[in-house]
């Protein structure tokens, strides 16, 4: 079955770099998606990464992919107060269903 | 605005009442997605349509709901005699299947519905 793990709760300085971590179950998944909600918003598709990359880079966010582990991590570098907002991390098989994690929320201290 | 739209934002309604909500995905958008998110959790996948036809439905739907989209435009998502469970935000999402392996879906604001 499928199954997304996060932690809940991240707190970072500014300046900082930010690092969310997920833990999935579904090794057929083809997609694996970080989304950001912020208060009162749809979600927002920040990045993916396809199951047979390592790592991708754009801009400020790496996203590592550990496929061995089923460990998917997220890192924003120099985090500013705007990043603020839950983080989901999703994960697609390759049919419609998209499963979400319960998402963690990143609080950027000034 | 060309993104995804949802209507009402709120609705706040007495249990036991029917209710109706609206999305209108993004024009050219052939996939249509309702999810529900219920306070600290993530979205959970609820049906999704293509074009006007209903692909998927997950358990979670039960027989109180049922969803349309009768021109493969707009949908709704119409909840029969609430429960105070039924309480949640409800998302809508579309994308554009071209028949490749990835396709983004974008999200609307969604609703939030309140079952007193």
């Known amino acids: 079955g499928e199954d997304v793990e996060q932690s809940l709760f991240l707190s970072v300085r500014e300046g900082d770099s930010s690092v969310i971590n997920c833990t999935y179950t579904d090794s057929s998944s083809t997609y694996l998606y970080w989304y950001k909600q912020e208060p009162g918003a749809g979600l927002q598709l920040l990045t993916y990464i396809f199951s047979n990359m390592d790592m991708k880079q754009d801009q400020r966010l790496t996203v590592l992919l550990n496929k061995k582990d089923k460990h998917l991590s997220l890192r924003i570098a120099d985090t500013q107060t705007g990043d603020s907002a839950i983080y989901f991390c999703a994960e697609w098989p390759g049919y419609q269903k998209v499963t979400f994690g319960i998402g963690t929320k990143l609080q950027v201290i000034p | 605005d060309t993104g995804v739209s949802q209507n009402p934002r709120h609705k706040i309604t007495k249990r036991g009442q029917n209710v109706t909500f609206r999305c209108d995905p993004i024009?050219?958008?052939?996939?249509l997605y309702w999810y529900r998110q219920t306070l600290g959790q993530g979205p959970e996948f609820l049906t999704y349509?293509?074009?006007?036809?209903?692909?998927?439905k997950s358990r979670l739907l039960s027989d109180r709901f049922s969803a349309e989209r009768p021109k493969g435009s707009f949908s709704t998502l119409e909840i029969q005699r609430t429960e105070q469970g039924d309480s949640a935000m409800y998302l809508c999402a579309s994308s554009l299947h071209s028949g490749g392996a990835f396709n983004e879906q974008f999200f609307g604001p969604g609703t939030r519905l309140t079952v007193l």
């Open positions: 349509f293509q074009n006007e036809a209903q692909l998927e």
């Open positions: 024009s050219e958008h052939n996939r």
